[in-house]
């Protein structure tokens, strides 16, 4: 995607990062929505990103970016749930859910963690599995320490890694 800026007739190429830091600076009103939309579809993670962190985004839009899978991104958009996932939306908020949590990257697994309580992770779900088994000591770590129910959590008290296991049980008292 070539993005330009045209003064008096002549063109100027605008590279991702000036990019991203107009995007930033953009009013995020609805009159910009339609600029918002176009560019979500930026190869450039930072321009996506900023992009991500706006409120005005068509559904389109917002579900290219939920499903990009890519951290800074998903990041801005869960700060973004509420707004688009609310509760007559929940599927949505399944949707999106399942598809990071299949990603398996853990840093979004943490991120997804952080938020746990807005989701419907029961604690013997298949979903509390991928989690109470994660490879990565990190994601369970931050299960242990994080909102989930405490019956979630205390699946956790006999976990392989101490520190999981400590946290855990910290957790719970």
Not at 129 to 144: G, W, Y
Not at 145 to 169: C, I, Q, Y
């Amino acid at each position: 995607m070539n993005v330009e800026i045209s003064i008096d007739n002549k063109k100027f190429p605008v590279g991702s990062k000036t990019l991203a830091q107009f995007i930033e600076a953009a009013e995020d009103v609805p009159e910009n929505k339609s600029l918002f939309d176009l560019l979500a579809s930026h190869p450039s993670v930072l321009v996506k990103s900023e992009i991500a962190a706006k409120n005005n985004l068509g559904q389109d839009m917002f579900d290219t970016l939920a499903l990009s899978g890519e951290l800074p991104v998903v990041k801005n958009l869960l700060t973004q749930w509420n707004r688009y996932c609310n509760v007559k939306h929940s599927y949505l908020k399944d949707k999106y859910f399942q598809h990071l949590l299949d990603s398996n990257n853990s840093d979004i697994l943490v991120l997804l963690i952080d938020n746990i309580e807005d989701y419907n992770v029961g604690a013997y779900s298949e979903r509390a599995d991928i989690l109470v088994k994660h490879e990565n000591p990190d994601v369970r770590l931050a299960l242990a320490n994080s909102n989930a129910p405490k019956e979630l959590r205390r699946r956790l008290l006999d976990d392989k890694d101490v520190s999981v296991r400590h946290t855990a049980m910290m957790s719970l008292s």
